[in-house]
């Protein structure tokens, strides 16, 4: 019979959780988010899980779930990722032309910010964060051909994702896609 452990980090107002499956010598690793890269995530990944994260779950684009993503590609050189599920930032053709958002768009987000225990300057959603992460992932062909583009956002709609060794499934608990997309 296997066993599972599900470890949540304190990383300041933010997500960083894994769950780990072990079954018959065999694990599998799920990381969902990272506001901010610890030095105690940092040591997990390398220790406990050996640079090794079968599936990276970004839910979404606030900085306290995606603030660290982008550390962990930057700084842990070493690390594997075989599957990357991004809700948001589908970008196929990341050299288009960025386009400076409106001032009464930058007004709506600005009503989003949120008072947080993150570095200074990121206490907001980051629409460009995601630009960097989604780039990140792009420029390194293990994590690029990890990186499983969905067709559309992850929703309650979206299949079940069957695991391997007899893990199990994943079943998607998510907003509907029009509320995704207004995050988005």
Avoid at 38 to 44: G, M
Avoid at 102 to 120: A, C, F, M, Q
Avoid at 154 to 161: G, R
Wanted: aromatic share 8%.
């Amino acid at each position: 019979m296997g066993n599972a452990y599900i470890r949540a980090f304190n990383v300041g107002c933010g997500d960083c959780i894994f769950l780990v499956l072990h079954n018959k010598g065999k694990r599998y690793s799920i990381m969902v988010d990272c506001g901010c890269l610890t030095d105690e995530v940092k040591d997990f990944i390398k220790t406990d899980l050996q640079y090794h994260i079968n599936i990276l779950i970004i839910t979404h684009i606030d900085n306290d779930h995606i603030y660290g993503i982008g550390s962990i590609i930057q700084t842990l050189p070493n690390i594997t990722i075989d599957r990357i599920l991004y809700n948001c930032c589908q970008y196929t053709d990341l050299g288009k032309e960025r386009i400076s958002l409106p001032d009464n768009i930058k007004s709506k987000l600005n009503k989003y910010k949120v008072g947080t225990n993150l570095p200074v300057g990121i206490k907001e959603i980051a629409a460009s964060q995601a630009l960097t992460v989604a780039e990140l992932i792009m420029k390194n062909a293990n994590l690029r051909n990890a990186w499983d583009k969905q067709k559309d956002y992850i929703t309650s709609e979206s299949p079940n994702l069957k695991l391997p060794f007899g893990f199990g499934e994943l079943i998607f608990l998510s907003p509907e896609k029009k509320d995704i997309e207004a995050l988005d």
